[in-house]
């Protein structure tokens, strides 16, 4: 599995768009990008996954670059539910997943 | 995605004893996973819950420690053997949900705490 880099932490105010990055320079090209979020005390959550091809769904957007070296997970309109721990995985699909430090994304009133 | 949960949702337990924490899932899985996590850490993969054969562990997990059954598909059962205060952390489960790219749905977890 490739090694994601992500930033620790970052704010975003309620109602703006939250844009989490995630580097994954060493991707292969079976690799999918998966995100996952973890609020407080609760148990990992499936966001979106993709590929090559830019992903949308009703929780957020996943912007793949051409190259497939980085994405940008997107929360079009963050709200303070939306206080988590973001973790980005690059999974080739043996069905396992290694789940790095991720990023604290607080968002404020 | 599937339903899961899980019991017990939190424990104290003396050192020394074991507990069994169980998952169920609300329809038939292939596949079934045990997580740790340690206070302040990530997830870590325990081991894969094999239904019909022995649990495939993860480097640092051993069987005698983290017993795991799996007698059907939709059900699971880790076991924490002779806990040390090390041994408190949350234990999730997870399943793969059906016909995605491994995508995976997990319970609400086990919180653990050893005195």
């Known amino acids: 599995d490739a090694k994601t880099t992500q930033p620790p932490s970052m704010d975003c105010a309620e109602g703006r768009a939250a844009n989490l990055p995630c580097n994954h320079s060493t991707i292969s090209g079976n690799e999918y990008v998966y995100w996952y979020r973890q609020i407080h005390s609760q148990g990992p959550q499936y966001i979106i996954h993709?590929?090559?091809n830019n992903e949308t769904n009703e929780m957020a957007s996943l912007i793949i670059t051409e190259d497939r070296k980085s994405s940008t997970l997107i929360l079009p309109h963050a709200t303070l539910r939306d206080t988590a721990v973001y973790y980005c995985?690059?999974?080739?699909?043996?069905?396992?997943?290694?789940f790095g430090k991720g990023t604290m994304l607080l968002v404020s009133p | 995605s599937a339903v899961i949960s899980q019991k017990p949702s939190r424990d104290i337990c003396q050192r020394g004893t074991s507990l069994t924490i169980q998952c169920q899932v609300d329809s038939q899985v292939t596949m079934m996973f045990w997580y740790r996590q340690q206070p302040g850490q990530s997830l870590t993969l325990i081991a894969t819950a094999n239904q019909g054969s022995e649990a495939t562990y993860e480097s640092g997990f051993v069987i005698d420690k983290f017993p795991i059954s799996r007698p059907n598909l939709t059900f699971s059962t880790l076991t924490v053997s002779n806990m040390s205060p090390e041994d408190s952390s949350i234990y999730l489960c997870?399943?793969?949900?059906?016909?995605?790219?491994?995508?995976?749905?997990f319970g609400p977890g086990t919180r653990l705490t050893v005195l």
């Open positions: 995985i690059a999974e080739s699909g043996y069905s396992t997943l290694t």
């Open positions: 997870s399943v793969e949900g059906q016909g995605s790219t491994d995508t995976q749905y």
């Open positions: 993709g590929l090559k």
